[in-house]
């Protein structure tokens, strides 16, 4: 499904700041009987031409580099795949890459703009030839006019993640060789996505599978609370403390710990974690030694850490000890034709089966799934079969549309539902609607919501942790 993609933040009126596109012609993918080579991808029982792209050329200052798997992060910072080492030029200022047959430009929150033949855009398309400036950098973006295979997993999922489309399988294929190592890998993606799932396969798919696997959502608790969960506490060492406690990460020995929306930190934990990673040690609170910790660290983020490194907000040295291997987990609109694959999983997960509910299986109700964008992605999904199921019935996409992302929504009918599962399902509502209105009127400080809710402040907490809302 098209995505519409913001273009020129000047005059969006203006026919010259339109971004222009591109339509690159995919190459064919007919069935391959015969014994398939490194260019081909086996797809059930057949096989097919593995994906590619087409290469292209960036040239600026007399310099030319050839991107050959349809990416590029351009920038002043030496971490970037390709470097402009000029002073008007942001460390991460902007990525380029072929997205849906054509190749898109997005600025990662530069200081002095991005630039698409002299329009500035926050996101927009390139055709071949144009001019994209950087700062005070001009660069030449050209297409090499050739295509390169992209490799490609031959397995159709990873641990609880699944998928057909060429976008996964690239993505299966980093995950493969990222769990063979102790590499640290960070996640990001949009809310949903399944970047934690990936993170729990990345741990069993490990030699540290059979070892502890935990997660810590970094946005969930406050600086001092956060501090104490990851490096533990000594009696005493603050009010309340009255005995010792282990941290995660000694919690985790020998195995792996997940630091979800590590964006969150506060900055003044960033470089406790930065030491954790460089020397593998750790201070419990009021503790004068270090201690040894044998764990690996993934991350995972619905941000752009590349944007809060460039304003401030997230230490560049942090980001890259963390980057060493970065995934990006595509939304559901991005792969809508693995959605019956999806929803295969997950209804098996929900525990339905085709003979308990036949209608949810039907091929005709799994192919029109790919008439919604699903913003809210697997978790949206999720939400809508287990609505299905609970009326026993095909609820119309056009309500899982409509309640996408709210909770505000009640179903319009109870009939089939018992007293406790409506009245269960009433509460969650309200609470999640609540919750949200307090916290915005208290601009996410939990101490005075949790006064005005007049609840304590740990159960309040868990409250935001059960229905994934975050406070300051």
Same mark, same amino acid.
């Given at each position: 499904?098209?995505?519409?993609?913001?273009?020129?933040?000047?005059?969006?009126?203006?026919?010259?700041?339109?971004?222009?596109?591109?339509?690159?012609?995919?190459?064919?993918?007919?069935?391959?009987?015969?014994?398939?080579?490194?260019?081909?991808?086996?797809?059930?029982?057949?096989?097919?031409?593995?994906?590619?792209?087409?290469?292209?050329?960036?040239?600026?200052?007399?310099?030319?580099?050839?991107?050959?798997?349809?990416?590029?992060? &351009?920038?002043?910072?030496?971490?970037?795949?390709?470097?402009?080492?000029?002073?008007?030029?942001?460390?991460?200022?902007?990525?380029?890459?072929?997205?849906?047959?054509?190749?898109?430009?997005?600025?990662?929150?530069?200081?002095?703009?991005?630039?698409?033949?002299?329009?500035?855009?926050?996101?927009?398309? &390139?055709?071949?030839?144009?001019?994209?400036?950087?700062?005070?950098?001009?660069?030449?973006?050209?297409?090499?006019?050739?295509?390169?295979?992209?490799?490609?997993?031959?397995?159709?999922?990873?641990?609880?993640?699944?998928?057909?489309?060429?976008?996964?399988?690239?993505?299966?294929?980093?995950?493969?060789?990222?769990?063979?190592?102790?590499?640290?890998?960070?996640?990001?993606?949009?809310?949903?996505?399944?970047?934690?799932?990936?993170?729990?396969?990345?741990?069993?798919?490990?030699?540290?599978?059979?070892?502890?696997?935990?997660?810590?959502?970094?946005?969930?608790?406050?600086?001092?609370?956060?501090?104490?969960? &990851?490096?533990?506490?000594?009696?005493?060492?603050?009010?309340?403390?009255?005995?010792?406690?282990?941290?995660?990460?000694?919690?985790? $020995?020998?195995?792996?710990?997940?630091?979800?929306?590590?964006?969150?930190?506060? @900055?003044?934990?960033?470089?406790? &974690?930065?030491?954790?990673?460089?020397?593998?040690?750790?201070?419990?609170?009021?503790?004068?030694?270090?201690?040894?910790?044998?764990?690996?660290?993934?991350?995972?983020?619905?941000?752009?850490?590349?944007?809060?490194?460039?304003?401030?907000?997230?230490?560049?040295?942090?980001?890259?000890?963390?980057?060493?291997?970065?995934?990006?987990?595509?939304?559901?609109?991005?792969?809508?034709?693995?959605?019956?694959?999806?929803?295969?999983?997950?209804?098996?997960?929900?525990?339905?089966?085709?003979?308990?509910?036949?209608?949810?299986?039907?091929?005709?109700?799994?192919?029109?799934?790919?008439?919604?964008?699903?913003?809210?992605?697997?978790?949206?999904?999720?939400?809508?079969?287990?609505?299905?199921?609970?009326?026993?019935?095909? @609820?119309?996409?056009? $309500?899982?549309?409509?309640?996408?992302?709210?909770?505000?929504?009640?179903?319009?009918?109870?009939?089939?539902?018992?007293?406790?599962?409506?009245?269960?399902?009433?509460?969650?509502?309200?609470?999640?609607?609540?919750?949200?209105?307090?916290?915005?009127?208290?601009?996410?400080?939990?101490?005075?919501?949790?006064?005005?809710?007049?609840?304590?402040?740990?159960?309040?907490?868990?409250?935001?942790?059960?229905?994934?809302?975050?406070?300051?």
């Amino acid at each position: 499904m098209a995505q519409r993609v913001r273009g020129a933040l000047d005059d969006d009126d203006d026919e010259s700041s339109k971004a222009t596109s591109l339509e690159l012609k995919p190459l064919a993918a007919p069935p391959f009987p015969k014994k398939p080579d490194d260019r081909t991808l086996q797809l059930g029982s057949g096989y097919r031409i593995a994906p590619s792209v087409e290469g292209f050329a960036l040239t600026w200052n007399e310099r030319r580099v050839v991107v050959v798997d349809g990416r590029a992060q &351009l920038g002043s910072d030496p971490g970037n795949t390709v470097v402009v080492s000029e002073p008007t030029v942001s460390r991460f200022h902007c990525e380029v890459r072929i997205e849906a047959q054509r190749v898109l430009v997005r600025d990662l929150g530069s200081t002095n703009g991005t630039f698409i033949d002299g329009v500035r855009v926050r996101e927009g398309y &390139l055709k071949s030839g144009a001019r994209l400036r950087l700062g005070n950098t001009e660069v030449r973006f050209e297409l090499e006019g050739k295509r390169h295979f992209l490799p490609v997993s031959e397995d159709p999922a990873f641990g609880e993640l699944v998928g057909n489309s060429a976008v996964m399988r690239q993505l299966f294929m980093v995950l493969e060789k990222a769990a063979r190592t102790d590499t640290t890998v960070i996640l990001d993606g949009e809310t949903g996505t399944g970047k934690t799932k990936a993170a729990a396969a990345l741990h069993e798919k490990s030699a540290r599978a059979g070892k502890p696997f935990l997660v810590v959502d970094c946005g969930a608790l406050p600086p001092t609370l956060l501090e104490a969960e &990851l490096f533990g506490h000594e009696k005493g060492a603050f009010t309340g403390a009255v005995a010792r406690r282990m941290g995660v990460f000694e919690e985790a $020995e020998g195995g792996t710990v997940l630091l979800d929306e590590v964006g969150e930190m506060p @900055v003044e934990l960033q470089p406790r &974690l930065l030491r954790v990673l460089e020397e593998k040690q750790i201070k419990r609170l009021g503790q004068n030694k270090s201690t040894p910790i044998d764990v690996r660290i993934l991350a995972a983020t619905h941000r752009d850490l590349r944007a809060d490194v460039n304003a401030g907000k997230f230490r560049a040295d942090l980001y890259f000890r963390l980057a060493v291997v970065r995934v990006t987990v595509p939304p559901l609109r991005d792969r809508l034709a693995d959605l019956p694959l999806i929803a295969h999983a997950l209804l098996g997960e929900l525990g339905a089966t085709p003979a308990s509910h036949p209608a949810l299986f039907e091929e005709k109700f799994l192919a029109s799934l790919s008439r919604a964008d699903w913003p809210g992605n697997a978790r949206e999904l999720r939400n809508h079969l287990e609505r299905c199921m609970l009326f026993e019935e095909q @609820v119309p996409l056009g $309500e899982a549309a409509s309640t996408a992302g709210s909770s505000r929504t009640a179903p319009q009918s109870w009939a089939g539902v018992s007293l406790a599962s409506a009245r269960q399902r009433v509460i969650e509502q309200f609470e999640r609607a609540y919750l949200e209105q307090l916290l915005e009127r208290y601009a996410g400080k939990v101490s005075q919501a949790a006064k005005e809710a007049d609840v304590d402040r740990v159960y309040l907490y868990r409250l935001l942790r059960k229905y994934g809302l975050k406070a300051k």
